[in-house]
Every structure is written in structure tokens, then in C-alpha cells.
T-cell receptor, first 110, second 112 residues
């Protein structure tokens, strides 16, 4: 099965509403990252969050390693927040690669 | 400077022709990675260098080659491009295998 379960797959909000994106991991992890994927496919790193809570502007990431989950909270969403958000885990099994979730497609409507 | 640079940003190639993509970083990172990203799919790791040691994923072993002439540069080489190689290619680097990965802007490859 998939090692990284990301939800929801898509989310539509009205401008100003909050968004909560979730990632659950089926295996132990060392750390995880949240990315924003630009329309052309390039990735922007939002958070590198091995554990705990990190905040940057309207974005907050919380990772609970013991529970194998991480969330990304977007407060007061704006139209420019629209796009795809990806989480990725760095497994503790000795693997070197980031294992990505399938992404959340966020659409913020005016 | 935490940027990873990639050249070219866009590449058009003919079927059967070789393709060489370049990545550079000045963070003195030990590890450099190449990912392939297709629309509606998660990025897929193709290979990575830890220092001078190249590790290639089993299912892409024969399709992609790479070189790392020094710590800063890493290339991705396709000997004979096929239509299925059309994708965004993302380079990333990290201090070591468990550290944060920094991604470049990507090279969009279109094979015709």
C-alpha cells in the first residue's frame, strides 16, 4: 500500500476560509517536508518539519512523529493559494529518497 | 545562498536523440538527487549521488545516467530520448540523506 496518504485529494474554499491538509504515514519517518507545486511543475519547499509545529505567515505545519502524521493549515485563504500541495516523508528505514503523497489540489474561489 | 540552479529550464528533444540536463548548488551539499515529475503524479526519484557514489533506482537503472564532476554540479543524461521521457526533471540537494532537500526550478523536457 501507499506509504504516504494525503487528504483531501481536492479542496474548494471561499476566499478567507481556512484549509487543513493532512498526511498520514504508514511507516516510521525521520522527517517530512511540505511543498507547493507551481503550475509548471516545479516545487517550492514550504516547511521542513521533522517534528512539532512551525509557522510561516498564514501557513502552519504540525508533525507528530509518534502518530505518523503531519498537517498543513492555511488560514484566511487567498486566491493565490490555489494550487497543488504535496507532503513528502523521509523514511527512517535507511532509504534516501523522499516519498511523496499524491497531493491536494486546492482551489480558492473569490 | 540556498538556491539550486538548473539548466536549461526548457528543453525540446527529438526521439532517439541524447539529452543532457545540468544542476548546480553552492551549499556544499553532499547529496544531489534527480526526480522525474509527470502531470498528476508525485515526483519519482531517478537517482542520487552521495558524494561521488551514484545510486540509481532499479526501475530506471538503464534509462538514465548521471555524472558529478565536482561537489557543485550534477548532470542527468538520457542516451536516446523516447516520448515517455517528456516530463519535468527536478534536481534537489541536501546536506546529508536525512536533511532537508532543496529543489531547483526544474527543467521541462518535451520529446517530439
Amino acid at each position: 500500500g501507499q506509504q504516504v496518504q494525503q487528504s483531501p485529494a481536492s479542496l474548494v474554499l471561499q476566499e478567507g476560509e481556512n484549509a487543513e491538509l493532512q498526511c498520514n504515514f504508514s511507516t516510521s519517518l525521520n522527517s517530512m517536508q511540505w511543498f507547493y507545486q507551481r503550475p509548471e511543475g516545479s516545487l517550492v519547499s514550504l516547511f521542513y518539519n521533522p517534528s512539532g509545529t512551525k509557522q510561516s505567515g498564514r501557513l502552519t505545519s504540525t508533525t507528530v512523529i509518534k502518530e505518523r502524521r503531519s498537517s498543513l493549515h492555511i488560514s484566511s485563504s487567498q486566491i493565490t493559494d490555489s494550487g497543488t500541495y504535496l507532503c513528502a516523508m523521509d523514511a527512517s528505514s535507511g532509504s534516501w529518497q523522499l516519498i511523496f503523497g499524491s497531493g491536494t489540489q486546492l482551489t480558492v474561489m473569490p | 545562498d540556498t538556491t539550486v540552479k538548473q539548466n536549461p529550464r526548457y528543453k525540446l528533444a527529438r526521439v532517439g536523440k541524447p539529452v543532457n540536463l545540468i544542476c548546480s548548488q553552492t551549499m556544499n551539499h553532499d547529496t544531489m538527487y534527480w526526480y522525474q515529475k509527470k502531470p498528476n503524479q508525485a515526483p519519482k526519484l531517478l537517482l542520487f549521488y552521495y558524494d561521488k557514489i551514484l545510486n540509481r533506482e532499479a526501475d530506471t537503472f538503464e534509462k538514465f545516467q548521471s555524472s558529478r564532476p565536482n561537489n557543485s554540479f550534477c548532470s542527468l543524461y538520457i542516451g536516446s530520448a523516447g516520448l515517455e521521457y517528456s516530463a519535468m526533471y527536478l534536481c534537489a540537494s541536501s546536506r546529508d540523506n536525512y536533511a532537508e532537500q532543496f529543489f531547483g526550478p526544474g527543467t521541462r523536457l518535451t520529446v517530439l
